[in-house]
């Protein structure tokens, strides 16, 4: 049951990032990788028993892994396409930003991907094009930042971050609770 339990949350996780890949990609054939993906990942989560266990999810992992960077590349390099080579060096995958003030900064098209972004401050930033796979956003600053846009964005990491009715979010996104009286 815990094997089942475990596989079945991974498939989910993947399902809800190549949905968004799926809608982001600009490549036809990056966004139709994507779709596959996503039906072979639903129909193991609709199958029996023994087919979920006997899956081979690191492969589907792997895969998914490679469809989601690319949609990244192709998103943020949109932003880029004008001339925004500005970012800082520092703003890479796995980077440790803990505490860093990134507020009010044009951070457009930065890979953050698994990014250590605790306490971090990007009040009034523009997340656009972002990614934040897997980025931690613990008690971050994020009023007034734009990530309507933002690539890769959570639930959970929106809940465990702070910001307010300003902070703008994409649209499949609720506001957290405790953002209300900020």
């Given at each position: 049951?815990?094997?089942a ?13 190549l949905a ?5 990609a600009?490549?036809?054939?990056t966004?139709?990788?994507?779709v596959?993906?996503?039906?072979t ?19 589907l992992h792997?895969q ?13 390099a949109?932003?880029f ?16 930003l803990?505490g ?18 605790i ?7 523009d ?5 934040l796979l897997?980025?931690?956003l ?7 930042a ?9 639930q ?11 902070t ?11 953002w209300?009286?900020?």
């Amino acid at each position: 049951m815990f094997s089942a339990f475990k596989a079945a949350r991974q498939l989910h996780e993947m399902l809800w990032y190549l949905a968004e890949a799926q809608t982001r990609a600009f490549d036809p054939d990056t966004s139709r990788r994507a779709v596959q993906l996503r039906n072979t990942v639903e129909q193991a989560v609709r199958g029996e028993l023994p087919e979920l266990l006997s899956l081979d999810i690191r492969d589907l992992h792997s895969q998914v892994r490679s469809t989601l960077m690319d949609v990244s590349a192709e998103v943020r390099a949109s932003y880029f396409a004008a001339g925004d080579d500005h970012l800082d060096p520092a703003l890479t995958p796995g980077a440790d930003l803990m505490g860093s003030n990134l507020s009010s900064r044009r951070l457009c098209g930065a890979d953050l991907r698994g990014a250590c972004l605790i306490a971090a401050d990007l009040r009034g930033s523009d997340l656009s094009g972002v990614d934040l796979l897997g980025a931690d956003l613990r008690d971050v600053r994020l009023e007034r930042a734009d990530l309507s846009k933002a690539l890769y964005l959570t639930q959970p990491q929106l809940n465990a971050a702070k910001g307010n009715r300003a902070t703008l979010l994409p649209s499949d996104l609720e506001m957290p609770p405790h953002w209300h009286n900020r």
